[in-house]
């Protein structure tokens, strides 16, 4: 329908957003190691595929190590650390394009080419060997030497080389005389207990020896077992014995004091020890040479002695006050610690693992004072959410952007390594241009989805009523005058709540036909569902003002997409000029204007680019998962730009409606569905024989007596068999010997309905009379929706306020996001990308309904549409008793997603 075509473009033109290449916060990962997709958490068993609780991380000489065990109760633990050569093999650099597989995920990469702690891939058992490992959870390495933390051995492990070969034994063992066996516990310059923290520093050995509280530093990387540490940090000397029983022990934070030191890094010039147990990070601005030397800074405490986990009150912002006028403070902030884990620097950043908070916190040049709070949070959309742990399902949270329990960091120049433990894969995040804001790819007919509610004003008017709207805390008032109308109150009302800036919650309307007032949420998406509406009246008031609700409804994500579905990305910088795809275009390019888009790393057919604008198809592929990233590659007169990844959500539907520019909610691009007079019947109740359904037109009756009360097929339930063929009979009789001389019958998509036709466009047979009726005792029920053919219109004519809609008319919408159809030959036809060519008697997998007016809107059917890409056709038919309305609202729901509110005009010519 080429009106519809010209109107949608216009559809999917945004308002542009109102910077370059660094960590943003609430950034996804650019790639994802050990997983299939970005939401699957595969636990094994162990292989080359997956990962278990991975926690440890090193990056050196275009390697990668993986320990592949953890400490933190995640699981499984696979005893073992994995090497992955030549990485700059399968990391593309940040700004070159996915290589273009066959894969569900290009951005899921990276197998390993060496294990070692097992003797293949397929092992998880320890083993006390000089190959084996028990917990190895931490690994270092300097491009030459390979070091291993095996903690559940108390142990170190040290390759002279990095291994070649599958289970290749280690050459040096630190913490125990031999490789087969564990000495009994004690404390000394060569014992160690638990180690977690291990790294490699201009020839240097740092060991984060965790259960004895304090750091070993051995001057030069041993080349015998059992070598004594030169350095201790944390202890006085080698000789003093912590408290075993961390339930006994007494916190003692000081400068030169650690609990639980889980891991220990240097940038060449500084050294950094995360201090588990003291809720900080400690810093030394030079390596130290002497025992117990003090730190220079600290961070995640204001100072040496607090060791509170998120230590809000000392170092956050307060956020308002309680009921006594006291000062509240957040539970975390961008300057707050809980239980830090992996710590580095790669000289002018530091990155900190806050893994209590779920997320890896980022100062863009190195802190300086104590308790300076991080510049971004990764895994994390601010610094005072954890959207992770506070989930009500924790156990289901993965996706691009979230971390759950994250442990190891490592860095390469370009990429951030980050070990997500209990989601069982490594992330990696990379600097970009910030060009597309979180959220920022939205179904491009929703855009977003406000709530709305409304006052409706009524009653009798007499002066000095007075009306008193209270929206969340604050009050408009209006006291009614003598010559006052509705309108006059209404508009005046609206006025009052617009004044100025407005009300900061809510958008004021004035819908005249009905003497209403909408209310628009200002913010998008479900928070908008809490603001709160109501009205009083002043004694004896005879004028009424009712609301729609408690509070306004309807505010829903339009960034949570259905695969299939035409989306927008809004941004900045995304491309030099504006280029479209030919509006003849079977199927779309994958690149327009030196624009690519990749979601998942697929690179994406794309509709339009513009500046401020990509419109694009979302990959069928990604169906199933709940989660994936978005990347804009974009190649201009001065280079490449990549933008940030952000994150994605997915799920199985969620439909939006295309409506033209302006304050939601917006006037829907809706058709009149029609050059024919039409009418409906529904086939409804159970079937049993001699039930006897008639419908009468005008004066002729078609009935059909029930013959049998069993039917039998693999695909409906037995009752919507019979009701079927009730339909089916009926039709078959009203068209039988060339047919009703008025009228043709045809089964309607959805449900058991009929359809009833005029036999001749135009207006002639509106008001043709059609009824329906059973037997007495039948258990059948038939119901003509109209009780006359009605509302002949020019089929494909735009509803507008010259030609609005009538009560009971058949209108078509047009849509986006609703999901897969049926049946499965049907989706097997669909082609990301491509004009959809598969047979038109299909149905979204996911029933779709309707309200208009507040009333059911019988959807006849719904389809993805032959000949378009990423386009749905619902036809549906407005219930028979609306009122004139000339910004009736109109929503379209599958399950608990319903789309944005549309408006159409409608007239009752018996108004």
């Not at 006028?325 to 975390?332: A, G, I, Q, S, W």
């Not at 190649?635 to 304050?663: F, K, R, W």
């Not at 001699?690 to 097929?713: F, L, P």
Request: aromatic share 6%; charged share 15%; glycine share 8%.
């Amino acid at each position: 329908m080429k009106s519809f075509v010209t109107v949608l473009a216009l559809c999917l033109l945004l308002s542009p957003l109102g910077d370059a290449q660094e960590f943003t916060t609430g950034q996804a990962a650019r790639l994802l190691i050990g997983q299939p997709t970005f939401t699957q958490q595969e636990p094994g068993p162990p292989s080359n595929l997956v990962l278990g609780a991975a926690s440890g991380l090193a990056v050196a000489n275009n390697m990668l190590f993986v320990a592949d065990s953890s400490r933190v109760g995640a699981a499984p633990d696979n005893n073992r650390v994995l090497i992955y050569r030549n990485l700059s093999s399968f990391i593309p650099a940040p700004t070159a394009e996915f290589p273009q597989t066959n894969e569900r995920c290009p951005a899921c990469v990276g197998l390993p080419d060496v294990v070692v702690g097992q003797k293949d891939f397929k092992g998880g058992d320890f083993n006390l060997q000089q190959w084996g490992m028990r917990n190895a959870t931490a690994v270092a390495s300097d491009g030459t030497v390979l070091a291993v933390a095996d903690t559940d051995f108390n142990r170190i492990l040290i390759w002279n080389r990095i291994p070649t070969t599958n289970g290749q034994p280690a050459d040096v063992v630190l913490g125990q005389n031999n490789f087969t066996t564990i000495r009994q516990i004690s404390i000394d310059n060569k014992s160690l207990r638990g180690p977690q923290g291990i790294w490699i520093q201009n020839g240097r050995l740092f060991v984060a020896d965790t259960m004895n509280h304090r750091v070993l530093i051995w001057n030069r990387i041993p080349t015998a077992n059992d070598a004594p540490a030169d350095v201790v940090l944390g202890q006085p000397n080698f000789g003093v014995a912590p408290q075993p029983d961390l339930t006994k022990a007494s916190l003692n934070a000081q400068a030169n004091t650690m609990l639980n030191p889980f891991s220990v890094s240097s940038d060449g010039v500084r050294l950094l020890v995360s201090d588990l147990g003291h809720q900080r990070v400690l810093i030394w601005n030079s390596l130290p040479t002497s025992n117990q030397q003090a730190a220079d800074l600290v961070l995640g405490q204001p100072d040496f002695a607090s060791a509170t986990s998120n230590n809000s009150t000392k170092l956050c912002d307060s956020d308002g006050k309680n009921d006594k006028n006291e000062p509240t403070y957040p539970v975390r902030c961008a300057a707050t610690i809980e239980y830090p884990r992996g710590v580095l620097s790669d000289g002018r950043r530091l990155f900190v693992v806050d893994g209590g908070n779920d997320r890896v916190l980022i100062w863009k040049t190195f802190p300086t004072r104590n308790g300076q709070p991080a510049d971004v949070v990764l895994g994390q959309v601010s610094a005072t959410l954890n959207n992770t742990s506070d989930s009500a399902f924790p156990d289901k949270v993965a996706g691009a952007d979230v971390l759950r329990g994250p442990s190891g960091l490592a860095f390469d120049g370009n990429n951030l390594y980050v070990s997500d433990t209990f989601n069982r894969r490594v992330l990696v995040f990379t600097p970009g241009d910030p060009k597309v804001p979180y959220t920022g790819v939205r179904n491009s007919a929703s855009r977003e989805v406000f709530a709305v509610g409304g006052v409706t004003i009524g009653g009798v008017i007499k002066a000095d009523d007075e009306i008193t709207l209270k929206i969340n805390s604050r009050e408009y008032k209006y006291k009614v005058l003598k010559d006052d109308t509705f309108k006059i109150i209404m508009t005046a009302l609206v006025n009052l709540i617009n004044a100025g800036s407005g009300d900061p919650d809510v958008l004021a309307l004035p819908n005249q036909s009905i003497s209403q007032v909408i209310l628009s949420a200002r913010t998008a998406g479900e928070a908008g569902n809490a603001v709160t509406l109501e009205v009083t009246l002043s004694t004896g008031a005879t004028v009424t003002a009712t609301t729609t609700g408690a509070s306004l409804t309807g505010g829903q994500d339009a960034a949570r997409l259905a695969p299939g579905t035409v989306v927008s990305i809004v941004g900045e910088r995304l491309a030099e000029r504006t280029v479209s795809a030919p509006e003849s275009a079977q199927v779309l390019p994958r690149e327009l204007g030196g624009v690519k888009v990749y979601i998942d790393g697929i690179q994406v057919p794309l509709l339009m680019v513009s500046p401020n604008q990509i419109n694009a198809q979302l990959p069928w592929e990604v169906a199933g998962a709940q989660s994936s990233n978005a990347v804009v590659r974009t190649e201009g007169a001065n280079g490449v730009t990549v933008s940030s990844a952000i994150a994605v959500p997915l799920i199985a539907q969620n439909p939006g409606i295309y409506a033209t520019d302006g304050p939601d909610p917006r006037p829907g691009v809706i058709f009149h569905g029609s050059s024919f007079a039409t009418g409906t019947v529904s086939v409804d109740g159970t079937s049993k024989k001699d039930d006897v359904a008639t419908i009468v037109i005008a004066d002729r009756s078609y009935s059909y007596k029930v013959e049998e009360d069993t039917v039998t097929n693999g695909g409906l339930s037995d009752n919507q068999l019979k009701l079927a063929k009730i339909r089916d009979n009926l039709i078959r009789i009203i068209n039988a010997n060339g047919g009703d001389p008025d009228v043709v019958a045809y089964p309607a998509g959805v449900f058991t309905r009929i359809r009833l036709q005029a036999r001749r466009p135009g207006p002639d047979l509106n008001g043709l009379p059609i009824a329906a009726k059973v037997s007495d005792t039948a258990s059948v029920i038939l119901t003509a929706t109209n009780s006359s053919l009605c509302c002949a219109n020019t089929e494909g004519a735009p509803v507008n306020a010259q030609n609005p809609a009538l009560p009971g008319e058949t209108l078509i919408v047009y849509a986006t996001g609703l999901g897969k159809i049926k049946p499965e030959e049907a989706q097997r036809l669909v082609r990301t990308g491509q004009v959809y060519n598969g047979p038109a008697d299909n149905e979204p997998e996911e029933f779709v309904s309707s309200l208009a007016g507040a009333k059911t809107a019988n959807v006849l059917f719904a389809r993805l549409k032959p000949g378009m890409i990423g386009i749905y056709e619902v036809v549906l038919e407005l219930n028979s008793d609306l009122p004139t309305n000339d910004t009736m609202q109109l929503t379209i729901a599958q399950s608990f997603q319903v789309s944005n509110i549309v408006t159409i005009p409608l007239k009752n010519p018996n108004d």
